[in-house]
């Protein structure tokens, strides 16, 4: 019964509407053949130790209302055609090993970060938890890098040094007469003072 309606199982994968199996001890995979059910609005698999990854296969029950997959050991990530499910309008996955990015768009942006709680290992804006992905990396400090600004500072102001030194000294010389003239006899002066040993003659 569906609804109201007695219907005949001639075609399964198209009549049959909801799978309601939460609360055994279920164990093992969900199997990839669920994917078939075309026509089931309604799968519940809470409250079980199934493990495996969530089968991308889900992502075809286009007629899927509501799916809840809460409390078990599942792993790995959530698929991404799930958020192409226009009519999904309960979503439960929280309290798995659930990892990775939540997908957006679709209906995958109004459930909130309470159908996505107890997988410390999922992230996403429904949860505003910034995935590692998304995180910017930070340079670690290199003394390579200090060192080398060092010596280029160094080098930069020997260079300046030298220029103004050299050119302060010789540059006057280069280009005022008057300067080499002086200079010149300032070096006769200190020539004859050291070969005389020190003492002026009249």
């Not at 019964?1 to 199982?9: R, S, T």
């Not at 990775?100 to 459930?111: A, N, Q």
């Not at 804006?125 to 500072?153: G, I, R, V």
Request: proline letters at 5%; glycine letters at 12%.
């Amino acid at each position: 019964m569906w609804k109201g309606v007695e219907n005949w199982f001639k075609d399964p994968e198209f009549s049959l509407k909801a799978i309601d199996l939460s609360g055994n001890h279920l164990t093992g995979e969900i199997p990839k053949e669920i994917g078939y059910l075309v026509g089931l609005n309604e799968l519940n698999l809470s409250r079980n130790n199934l493990k495996g990854e969530i089968p991308s296969q889900i992502g075809n029950l286009t007629s899927l209302d509501s799916l809840d997959l809460s409390i078990n050991d599942l792993c790995g990530r959530i698929p991404s055609n799930l958020s192409q499910i226009d009519g999904i309008g309960v979503l439960d996955l929280s309290y798995n090993n659930l990892s990775g990015r939540i997908p957006s768009g679709g209906h995958m942006d109004t459930f909130g970060g309470s159908f996505f709680e107890g997988n410390p290992n999922l992230c996403g804006e429904q949860l505003n938890k910034t995935c590692p992905e998304d995180m910017t990396p930070t340079k670690p400090h290199d003394d390579a890098d200090d060192n080398s600004d060092f010596y280029e500072a160094l080098y930069m102001s020997l260079g300046f040094g030298f220029f103004i030194g050299f050119w302060g000294l010789l540059g006057p010389l280069l280009f005022w007469r008057s300067w080499r003239i002086a200079y010149l006899r300032f070096l006769n002066q200190v020539a004859d003072y050291i070969f005389n040993g020190g003492i002026e003659y009249a």
